[in-house]
């Protein structure tokens, strides 16, 4: 009688262990698998040792030169970190710089395939580093630089301030005398969006200050605390986490209120210096919490301006486009126009302004834990700026309301705090 008992248990035991060792070996063969995955993606999106190869190479040969082309390539002193890289063809890493904590962000050559938001009818020009030619003098290149500067943003009336102000970080070794190496270094850099918003910009607290560069390398100052809110997570956490789920739990590991409210006026004053600014009215394309971060004083800081362009540029671009629907004229993830139907070209006009994407980016961060006397009106704001559509005279009236309102509100909420 035993013995067909212990049979049946030898059997069960058999079957419990032969599925424990199946689950078990389909595990690890998952698990190994996206580990390749992983492995694979990450080199190849993180390619600073090309990066600073290429760019060393060229500063040894003499054809550029920066400020931070000796620390980079002769002494050592300039390392590149933990890769933060979501595009191939723009590298970017922490970095060391002696006692200075920044980023490097180091561009690769052309993306293989035409993107709105690439550059890539920049990317040739800058990767050659063949302009300005031999024998071009100081005040050529500073004609040059107008034009260009022109083309960018069209043309404005101080934007012959602006290229003295190149003209002066290009000499970045301080001698009075700019070389044709540090000239095709600025040239190279002043074909990305990103330099040029922060030559725009300098004087004001929303872009990390530019510690130095050499060719169309460039470092920035650390931003201490980004996205602007939200939760960094494991990778293998990421791919099990349901999308409502993480949007709740990005809004518990925020700032208290007081503090999210001098973020937000930080973005609401990036907005204003943007729109008819100094130097042109420029576009934000991408107004996503990855794209900004704050620091210790929560002052906001813009950490990724590939998508804040010139209007102007942005305008000849989208013309250029071919479409069909409207939706095929969508540039970066923010920037949507209409499509002519009778040319199937896309028309110039964004459907909706700076501020209106803005507060929809702000709704949910800043309407959370929000103090109740202010909660309503502060809704009903937001509310009427996300609203807004158009660039019509009009339009502007109402948005600089709009802006002012929103300001005004927070401000008198926390201006008696020290978190003001």
């Known amino acids: 009688n035993g013995f067909p008992f212990c049979v049946g248990r030898w059997a069960r035991f058999s079957y419990l262990h032969m599925k424990y060792l199946f689950f078990s070996w389909l595990a690890v063969f998952v698990g190994s698998w996206i580990v390749y995955v992983e492995y694979s993606s990450y080199t190849e999106l993180c390619r600073g040792h090309d990066c600073k190869n290429s760019i060393c190479d060229k500063y040894k040969k003499g054809v550029i030169d920066g400020s931070a082309c000796s620390s980079l390539c002769e002494k050592d002193t300039l390392y590149l970190g933990k890769c933060y890289t979501a595009k191939a063809n723009s590298q970017v890493y922490s970095g060391i710089w002696g006692d200075l904590e920044g980023v490097i962000k180091c561009q690769m ?88 918003l922060a030559l725009v910009l300098q004087d004001r607290e929303h872009t990390p200050k530019l510690l130095g560069f050499c060719g169309d390398l460039y470092v920035m100052e650390k931003v201490p605390y980004s996205p602007l809110y939200g939760i960094s997570l494991p990778w293998i956490m990421e791919v099990w986490i349901p999308a409502g789920l993480r949007r709740s739990m990005d809004q518990w590991f925020t700032p208290s209120w007081p503090h999210k409210a001098k973020i937000s006026i930080g973005l609401l004053e990036l907005v204003e210096d943007i729109f008819h600014g100094t130097f042109g009215s420029f576009v934000m394309c991408d107004v996503s919490a990855n794209s900004f971060g704050y620091n210790d004083r929560h002052d906001l800081k813009v950490m990724d301006a590939r998508y804040i362009v010139p209007e102007a540029t942005f305008q000849e671009i989208i013309r250029q486009q071919r479409c069909d629907v409207d939706e095929d004229c969508l540039y970066g993830s923010d920037c949507l126009t209409s499509c002519d139907l009778t040319k199937h070209r896309c028309t110039p006009e964004v459907t909706r302004p700076n501020l209106a994407k803005a507060c929809e980016a702000l709704k949910d961060y800043i309407l959370r834990g929000a103090p109740s006397d202010v909660r309503e009106e502060l809704e009903k704001q937001l509310y009427a700026c996300i609203a807004l559509k158009g660039s019509t005279e009009q339009m502007e009236i109402e948005h600089s309301l709009i802006l002012n309102n929103l300001k005004t509100l927070l401000w008198k909420k926390i201006s008696h705090t020290k978190d003001s």
Not at 139 to 151: G, V, Y
Not at 154 to 178: E, F, P, R
């Open 109 to 196: 050559e052309e993306a293989p395939q035409y993107d709105l938001g690439s550059e890539i009818e920049h990317r040739k020009e800058a990767a050659t580093f063949n302009k300005p030619t031999e024998g071009t003098s100081v005040e050529k290149f500073r004609e040059m630089i107008l034009s260009h500067l022109k083309a960018k943003a069209g043309d404005q009336a101080n934007l012959a301030d602006l290229a003295t102000q190149v003209l002066s970080i290009t000499d970045a070794n301080k001698d009075g005398h700019i070389s044709l190496p540090e000239a095709r270094s600025t040239w190279a850099l002043l074909q990305l969006n990103e330099f040029l």
